[in-house]
């Protein structure tokens, strides 16, 4: 079956300018959650949405934003972005069903490499 | 509160000879645990995890991981190194039950040399 799919996977921004991410789960996956991830602060965990609602969400300013939709596809947006917001952005989604289990595995896309100029 | 610590960010093989790569963890909790591979601009790819049945986890590739408890450690080998290894890793621990989020060390960069 097809796995997480992100789209798109580069792109270049200037300062200021806002971002939209994609990520398409696994077939089935209802839990999407997003990791940015930067050579100095490694993988650091921005939100989870499980049936279009956000269930927890990482310690980032609210320029980042994200939704899931009803098919389970899910975007992230930065606005105003900075120098700093330049970092792969990776999405991971699980079968996860209702009640939190930890067992369950995250199947990641190839991320979205984006760079602030 | 959950954590975990990868104990080296570098690790250095010649093709061939075993891999160890350490992972320490903190939980309050009986944790889930997992190692990631990450090769170069690629996403996380699953190895092995463990979720409280068998302390010792065999994984892909030939890599497998032992739990113990009394040391909270979950380390990751792997018998004979291969210039394909050569990748980063990644050690995480499952958040607290309610929080759906997991935890990742800082990763250690494998390489292999021939």
């Given at each position: 079956k097809a796995g997480v799919t992100q789209t798109p996977r580069y792109l270049i921004k200037t300062r200021g300018q806002q971002v939209t991410l994609s990520c398409s789960p696994i077939s089935g996956h209802r839990s999407v959650s997003w990791y940015q991830q930067t050579p100095g602060q490694g993988l650091q965990f921005l939100f989870e949405y499980f049936s279009e609602t956000q269930r927890n969400k990482g310690n980032?300013?609210?320029r980042f934003s994200g939704r899931q939709f009803s098919n389970s596809r899910s975007e992230m947006n930065v606005s105003?972005?900075?120098?700093?917001?330049?970092a792969l952005y990776l999405c991971a989604s699980s079968s996860l069903q209702g009640a939190s289990s930890g067992a369950n595995v995250l199947t990641f896309g190839a991320g979205s490499r984006l760079t602030v100029l | 509160a959950q954590s975990v610590t990868q104990l080296d960010s570098h690790v250095s093989v010649s093709e061939g000879t075993p891999v160890l790569l350490r992972c320490n963890y903190s939980s309050s909790y009986s944790p889930s645990l997992f190692w990631y591979v990450q090769h170069p601009n690629k996403g996380l790819q699953l190895l092995l995890k463990y979720t409280s049945a068998a302390t010792l986890v065999k994984g892909i590739n030939g890599f497998e991981a032992e739990f113990k408890k009394s040391e909270t450690s979950f380390h990751l080998t792997k018998p004979s190194a291969h210039m394909s290894d050569a990748a980063e890793y990644f050690c995480v621990v499952s958040g607290?039950?309610?929080?759906y989020k997991y935890i990742f060390g800082t990763g250690t960069r494998l390489k292999v040399l021939a």
């Open positions: 980032f300013p609210g105003t972005l900075e120098l700093g917001d330049s | 607290a039950s309610g929080t």
